[in-house]
C-alpha cells in the first residue's frame, strides 16, 4: 500500500468513527417533551435523608435530569437560594427577616428530633427543664438526674444548623444557648456518631439518624419519641421541613417539588425515611 493510500485510508477510518460518535451522542438528546437538566439543592442535614430519596426517585423517573443535593445547615442553605447559587434552600427553620425577602415556601414534611445519649447511660426519662439545664451546661453530671456519677457531655450542632435553632426554640424555649462546653459537629450523622462514641455524652439528631442499636433514645417527661406521639402534640421537639426557592419555581425545580408535594412521594417515601407528611399533624 502506497503512503497516499494509507492516508487516504487512514481519513476514511477517522472520518467513519467521528460519524459514529456522532451518532451515539444523538441518542443521547432527550425526546421532545421530555424533563432535561440539572437541579441543585443545599441546607439541612436533617432533611438531606429525605432530599436524597426525592432526588434517587426523581432521577430514576426523568433520565435525562440530574438533581444535585448537599447539606451544610439550614443557614446555609436559605443563604445560597436568596443569592441564587442554587435553586432550592433545604431548611428545618422558617425564612426570616432580610433573608426571608423573595424566598417562596414549600413545607415538605415534618422533621422529628430525638434526644439520644451513650449507650452506658442508666437514666431512660429526663423533665423538659432537666433537658434544657442539662444542654445549657447547668446540669453536668447524670447523678443529678437520678443516673451514676458520670461526667455528661453534650453533642450538638453549629450555629448555621436549623437542628440547633429547633432545639433552642423548643427545650430551651428560647433562653439561653446550647452549652459552650459542648462538642459541636456539622452534620446529624456526626452528631449521631458522636455520641456513640463518647461515655456519658447526650446529643439530639433528626429521626431518621436514630439507630436504636448504637445509642439510646431517651423520653421527656414520660413520653418516649414516636409519630403518635409527635402528631398528637405530645413530642414538641420537631421542625418543617422547607424546601424554599427564590421566587415562584418555575420549569424543572416546580416540576420537582410538585414531585415532593405529590401523593406518590408523601404516602410511600417521607414517613418510610422517618419524616411525617405535613397532611397527619393533627394540629
Known amino acids: 500500500m502506497t ?7 487512514g481519513f476514511v477510518l477517522a472520518l467513519a468513527v467521528a460519524l459514529n ?5 444523538g441518542s443521547d438528546q432527550p425526546p421532545p417533551g421530555a424533563l432535561s437538566g440539572t437541579i441543585t439543592a443545599s441546607g439541612s442535614t436533617a432533611l438531606l435523608p429525605l432530599a436524597m430519596s426525592a432526588k434517587d426517585v426523581f432521577e430514576a423517573k426523568h433520565e435525562y435530569v440530574t438533581v444535585n443535593v448537599s447539606g451544610g445547615g439550614s443557614f446555609n442553605g436559605l443563604t445560597q437560594v436568596a443569592q ?5 434552600g433545604n431548611s428545618d427553620v422558617e425564612a426570616s427577616g432580610d433573608q426571608a425577602a423573595g ?3 414549600h413545607k415538605v414534611a415534618v ?6 445519649a451513650h449507650r452506658d447511660v442508666s437514666v431512660t426519662d429526663v423533665t423538659m427543664d432537666q433537658l434544657a439545664r442539662i444542654f445549657k451546661g447547668e446540669i453536668t453530671n447524670w447523678k443529678e438526674v437520678g443516673g451514676q456519677d458520670q461526667k455528661i457531655t453534650v453533642v450538638s450542632r453549629q450555629q448555621s444548623s436549623g437542628s440547633r435553632a429547633t432545639v433552642v426554640a423548643t427545650v430551651l424555649k428560647g433562653q439561653g444557648d446550647i452549652t459552650k462546653t459542648a462538642i459541636v459537629q456539622d452534620s446529624n450523622g456526626k452528631v449521631r456518631d458522636g455520641v456513640v462514641g463518647t461515655p456519658g455524652a447526650i446529643g439530639y439528631i433528626d429521626a431518621p439518624y436514630f439507630d436504636a442499636a448504637r445509642m439510646k ?9 414516636s409519630v403518635d406521639a409527635v402528631t398528637s402534640g ?3 421537639i420537631y421542625a418543617y421541613g422547607h424546601m424554599y426557592t427564590k421566587g415562584e419555581p418555575t420549569g424543572l425545580a416546580k416540576s420537582f417539588l410538585d414531585f415532593v408535594l405529590g401523593e ?5 417515601v417521607v414517613e418510610q425515611k422517618g419524616f411525617i407528611p405535613v397532611s397527619k399533624m393533627k394540629k
Open 217 to 225: 433514645g431517651l423520653k421527656v417527661d414520660g413520653v418516649a419519641y
Open 264 to 268: 406518590e412521594f408523601q404516602n410511600n
Open 111 to 116: 422533621a422529628p428530633f430525638v434526644i439520644v
Open 84 to 88: 441564587g447559587a442554587v435553586q432550592i
Open 21 to 25: 460518535l456522532t451518532g451515539c451522542g
Open 3 to 9: 503512503t497516499a493510500t494509507k492516508r487516504i485510508a
Open 234 to 236: 405530645k413530642w414538641p
Open 103 to 105: 424566598l417562596v415556601d
